[in-house]
């Protein structure tokens, strides 16, 4: 079966980036397809690679990226509701003449068709929400 | 644009402007009808408060929520429903919104949410 | 037939009561997050006029971390395979948050 995750909910502010995580694990283990997980709104801030949470707690972006890598996903961040909260790949930083640019390098910048698009190839489309 | 197709039920369940829901709720709106889908709105809750008229919100530097709304007509979305019960509570009727949606008691919301392919909250 | 997960507790906003509205009969109703506190033995009124063929669970690892004990028995724990396998049974999911 064909799954999309979307994600809205901030990192540590709320429960639901982890949440998504452990259900994404589970969807891989079962031998479903990830087709795409979306991060929408205060979700953006899941995207950035400079969280650098204390050692003995979950480093979000650090773990959707190995499990990126295991299972070659797609994780995009909605490029209109990451510039503006300060989520910003080399193209956008130059774009906007910012010093620096902070997206996790197995993480994109697209827009929301990319999140329509989820919605139509997938079988099951789940929300984790704030 | 993909040949598939999957029909789309949009909740709103925000007020306006306190929160980004109500916009991002709308830019979702959008690009599923630039992809061609069949799509649905549905206010619940708070979200009826969206459909109130005179939004004037230039002095708190945002983006007047109701003429983007009044986009969706130039942009074929009609499937538009509120929910009864939220209006009631509000002390509001469909008469008193400024976007024309048909009013719906919770069987009919059921019946809603179960004959789309896709639901996106927000 | 629907999946719905909550994820609010029944004072936290009015998920609760829009997702309740939102059942059809053999839907399914899965709490997680602060959601699993809807299974108090409290609130469990709210659970006795569900559609026929409703059927209830819980996210047990957010049961355990909240130290949730004697929660309503219409609800089944389940781990996140399980919600997975949910997923996949009923034909789409819907989150009310």
Redesign the interface.
């Known amino acids: 079966m064909i799954f999309s995750l ?1 994600i ?1 909910g901030a990192p540590y502010s709320t429960q639901c980036a982890d949440t998504a995580l452990r259900f994404a694990r589970s969807v891989l283990q079962q031998g479903h397809t990830l087709h795409r997980v979306f991060f ?2 205060d979700g953006v801030h899941s995207g950035s690679a400079l969280a650098a949470p204390p050692q003995d707690e979950f480093n979000i972006p650090q773990a959707w990226a190995e499990l990126a890598h295991e299972h070659q996903l797609d994780l995009v961040v909605c490029i ?2 990451a510039v503006r909260r300060g989520v910003l790949d080399s193209n956008e930083a130059r774009r906007y003449e910012k010093d620096g640019h902070n997206l996790a390098s197995d993480f994109t910048l697209s ?3 990319q ?3 989820a ?3 997938s079988d099951r ?1 789940v ?1 984790f ?1 704030a | 644009m ?1 040949e ?3 029909s ?1 039920l949009i909740i709103n ?1 925000c007020a306006p402007y306190g929160s ?2 109500a916009r ?1 709720a709308l ?2 709106a959008l ?2 009808s ?2 061609e ?1 069949p799509l649905s709105l549905l206010f ?3 979200g009826v408060l969206q459909l109130l008229p005179d939004h004037n919100p230039a002095d708190i530097a945002q983006k007047n929520l109701s003429a983007n709304l009044a986009m969706l007509e130039m942009y074929d979305i009609d499937q538009i429903f509120v ?1 009864e ?1 939220a209006l009631q509570q509000r002390g509001l009727t469909s008469e008193s919104l400024g976007l024309k949606a048909r009013t719906l008691n ?1 069987t009919e ?3 809603l ?2 004959k ?7 | 037939m ?1 999946l719905h997960t909550l994820n609010k507790t029944p004072h936290e906003s ?2 609760l009561q ?1 997702c309740l ?4 009969d053999d839907d399914a109703l899965l709490l997680i997050e602060n959601g699993v506190y809807c299974a108090m033995p409290a609130h469990a009124e709210l659970f006795t006029r569900l ?1 026929g063929g409703v059927q209830c669970y819980l996210l047990q690892a957010d049961v355990q971390a909240r130290g949730l004990n004697d929660l309503n028995p219409e609800f089944r724990g389940i781990d996140y395979d399980d919600f997975v396998t949910l997923s996949c049974r009923y034909e ?1 999911v ?4």
């Open positions: 979307v809205t929408y709104a209109a509701a827009g929301l068709g999140l329509v698009e919605g139509i190839v489309v929300t929400g | 993909s598939q197709k999957k789309f369940r980004s829901n991002d830019d979702v690009t599923v630039v992809f889908q619940l809750d708070d929910c019960k919770a919301i059921a019946d949410v179960r789309h392919d896709q639901v996106l909250s927000f | 629907t009015n998920a829009d509205a939102a059942l059809s559609p789409k819907v989150s009310w948050f």
